[in-house]
């Protein structure tokens, strides 16, 4: 099992930036993909952006492409994102989640961090 903590969620300006922090403990051998979901009040968990583990290539939702970067830091077992230019769109509950290796879904994931851009 992965445990999982986020970290850095907060209010910002429209414009502005946050970075988001997301520890990684227990069998953090097991983990092939971390990635960052999201929900706004009302709506379904988004997808925003991954980072594979082992080569630390990214993929990241057209929606936050350009904007958001997604990182790792294999030995102390963090993955973080950067957030710029946020817009009130990008308002919503971040996740962090892991994939291990040989699973099929995302089973591993943090508490989530409210992160609200005023405009």
């Known amino acids: 099992q992965v445990q999982l903590v986020e970290s850095g969620g907060g209010l910002v300006q429209a414009g502005g930036s946050l970075r988001l922090s997301c520890a990684a403990s227990?069998?953090?051998?097991?983990?092939?993909?971390m990635a960052w979901f999201r929900q706004a009040p009302g709506k379904e968990r988004d997808y925003v952006a991954a980072?594979?583990?082992?080569?630390?290539?990214?993929y990241y939702a057209e929606s936050v492409k350009g904007r958001f970067t997604i990182s790792r830091d294999n030995a102390n077992n963090t993955v973080s994102l950067q957030m710029n230019s946020l817009t009130p769109e990008d308002t919503a509950v971040y996740y962090c989640?892991?994939?291990?290796?040989?699973?099929?879904?995302?089973?591993?994931w943090g508490q989530g961090t409210q992160v609200t851009v005023s405009s």
């Open positions: 980072i594979v583990w082992s080569s630390g290539r990214t």
């Open positions: 227990g069998r953090t051998f097991s983990i092939h993909t």
């Open positions: 989640a892991a994939l291990r290796v040989g699973a099929q879904r995302y089973d591993s």
